[in-house]
């Protein structure tokens, strides 16, 4: 955005002497004055000094309100202070004067995003790309426009386009999968939203704990799902991953074996039980378990290259390769030895049986179709035929929300992530309120994502989108000196990036380094002095370092710059509270509400409510915050009984 904003600047300021000289105005002097103010703002326009610009530029309109690009220049300083509504003005004034400036286009769709007018938004970013198709910003600035209206298919696309547009492949790869988790966010919030009381909200939360191996939370969340629908398809096979990892075998087992009675076919149930065999030192079942999936649908055992996930010890594991090399030969018995050989260390073995594993599964060209069931494409589905049902249901025209589901769940099973998302979203759009729709959407945007970080990984393993990317995956893992080295390493290949700078300053601030984040954060903004999230980032180091009236301005700069930055509302709510401002901290909290996990948020706001008398109000703060907390406190003493249970072993 920055790059952009850049060359705006210059194309509109360099038009401005050249109409200046065109103005007809009668008295010399103050022809002078036209002149010097338009240098004066075109100077302060294109060092950053946005005020000053917009001072120049208010004279230049006054002495002459007929020049179009002194008020798209005017517009463009107000849009880079956040004030969008003025900036909105002066572009719409530009326009009725000149509707071909691309810029002004541009940036007046930009400013009405930002101002929750997405609709009027949409004409002024479609007139931009149809004078420049190839405009990355446009591109962006309309995939936020659709995703604002809940057309994730028009966003996707746009997303896409700018992909391909992008020719340094690098930039790319990590630009497609971070807007990928954008419209992955939006969802998220939806989620805790409007159906934080569904089955498919808890679920969604078990995955993305199980995803980070943080399995006590994953359980809680999967059984609180389970309580909500007990009956929903693969919901036990999950619970019964999360029982494994946490060494509750047969309870693991029971959850694999009620997720089986009601689909015999279920892959990760399967795989699942194979793993429990193996940890009972049962081979043979083991490759039993795995046969069944390689009947159904082999190419899942592919995506499992870390098989066996259960520890087991590596003599162990060696025994158990002792017993299975004098079994039949099969693709079954090559994929668990392969995970066994691996488990023992012995890496050319596993090697070796990997690759035999993958030349049978090379030769696999699906299952044969049953033609007393041709006209049932959801029969495929069922019995894990994905290929076939997802063919089928393609050529089938108008499919409902169900169908659409139905489509999109045997894409995502057979890797066709880009399809897969489409279908879901094309269900979203047919049935507004579809909370499974919203799951599996979020899902496939986070697959899709992590395989343009692996793309970016395998092809520039030493760049500084490489290290940022490790760096972010290390905040997740919440290994935080790991991820400053690692955007360290980052900065020193790109020392002008801002977002470089920001990543190494919230890691500094999640490690409680405030000194160090204060000046990498900074460092950001110098660079680019309109990173909301940057401002928000200092905000919190002031917060953090219990300084109130510090932080206040920055949340509101942030917030001035992104309206939508939910984090920086709570920021700024605590800070209010903490300087007794509860008639100004209840708006920001209450607008943070979506990201209350440990329910702090709402017992700020029960405070702030308590003290302003509004004690009806108050108490349903308070309930809710202790609600949070119950459920908060169950998570965490789960996962301290499952560390003494590692410390007892």
């Not at 179009?68 to 003025?86: C, D, P």
Request: hydrophobic letters at 45%; one cysteine or more; glycine letters at 6%.
């Amino acid at each position: 955005m920055r790059a952009i904003l850049r060359l705006a600047v210059i194309s509109l300021v360099i038009a401005c002497p050249a109409a200046a000289r065109d103005v007809s105005i009668q008295h010399e002097s103050a022809r002078n004055a036209l002149v010097a103010h338009l240098q004066a703002g075109q100077q302060a326009l294109k060092a950053g000094r946005y005020e000053e610009a917009v001072r120049e530029y208010e004279k230049v309109i006054r002495l002459d309100p007929s020049l179009v690009e002194a008020r798209a220049n005017l517009g463009l300083g107000y849009h880079m202070l956040g004030q969008y509504e003025r900036a909105v003005a002066q572009f719409e004034k530009a326009l009725q004067a000149s509707p071909a400036l691309l810029s002004a286009n541009l940036f007046v769709g930009i400013d009405y995003l930002k101002l929750g007018l997405s609709a009027k938004a949409l004409p002024m970013l479609n007139r931009a790309l149809r004078q420049d198709p190839s405009n990355l910003e446009a591109h962006r600035a309309l995939a936020a426009c659709y995703t604002a209206q809940d057309n994730y298919r028009g966003a996707t696309r746009q997303f896409r386009m700018m992909s391909s547009l992008e020719t340094d492949r690098e930039q790319a790869w990590y630009e497609l999968g971070q807007n990928y988790l954008i419209l992955a966010k939006p969802l998220g919030s939806l989620m805790a939203r409007l159906y934080q009381s569904s089955a498919f909200a808890d679920r969604l939360a078990g995955d993305l704990f199980a995803e980070r191996y943080l399995w006590a939370d994953a359980l809680i969340k999967y059984n609180q799902a389970l309580e909500r629908a007990p009956t929903q398809q693969g919901l036990n096979a999950s619970l019964g991953t999360a029982l494994l990892h946490l060494g509750k075998m047969e309870q693991a087992e029971t959850a694999f074996r009620v997720e089986l009675s009601r689909d015999p076919y279920n892959e990760q149930a399967l795989l699942g039980l194979a793993e429990f065999y193996l940890a009972k030192e049962e081979t043979l079942e083991a490759v039993e378990s795995i046969a069944k999936i390689w009947v159904s649908f082999p190419p899942f055992l592919r995506q499992q290259p870390d098989f066996p996930s259960v520890k087991i010890e590596p003599g162990t594991a060696d025994r158990l390769v002792i017993d299975l090399e004098t079994a039949p030969p099969a693709p079954a018995r090559d994929f668990v030895l392969a995970g066994l050989y691996r488990t023992a260390g012995r890496d050319e073995k596993a090697l070796e049986k990997w690759a035999n594993f993958e030349q049978r599964l090379q030769g696999w060209k699906g299952n044969p179709v049953d033609r007393q069931e041709q006209a049932t494409a959801r029969h495929f589905c069922e019995v894990h035929q994905y290929a076939t049902c997802a063919k089928q249901l393609e050529l089938q025209k108008d499919l409902d929300s169900p169908g659409d589901l139905v489509l999109g769940r045997a894409l995502f099973a057979v890797g066709q992530y880009e399809r897969a998302a489409d279908a879901f979203a094309a269900g979203l759009a047919s049935e507004k309120g579809n909370a499974e729709a919203v799951y599996w959407l979020i899902r496939t945007y986070m697959r899709l994502a992590d395989a343009c970080f692996s793309r970016l990984m395998e092809r520039f393993p030493d760049s500084w989108r490489a290290h940022q990317v490790r760096g972010d995956i290390q905040i997740l893992r919440t290994v935080y000196k790991q991820a400053v080295k690692e955007y360290e390493a980052a900065a020193r290949l790109r020392p002008e990036e801002p977002e470089i700078h920001e990543a190494l300053g919230e890691a500094y601030l999640l490690d409680q380094a405030w000194e160090r984040a204060k000046a990498e954060l900074s460092e950001a903004l110098q660079l680019d002095q309109t990173r909301a999230r940057s401002l928000y980032l200092l905000g919190r180091v002031y917060l953090g370092e219990h300084e109130e009236q510090k932080s206040i301005p920055y949340f509101e700069a942030a917030l001035r710059y992104d309206p939508g930055l939910e984090e920086a509302h709570a920021g700024l709510g605590q800070a209010y509270v903490r300087i007794g401002d509860d008639a100004r901290a209840v708006p920001q909290l209450k607008q943070a509400m979506v990201l209350d996990y440990y329910g702090d948020l709402h017992h700020l706001l029960y405070v702030a409510y308590s003290r302003l008398g509004e004690l009806a109000l108050a108490q349903e703060a308070l309930a809710r915050s202790q609600e949070l907390r119950r459920k908060s406190a169950a998570a965490h003493q789960a996962r301290v009984a499952e560390a003494m249970e590692v410390i007892q072993e």
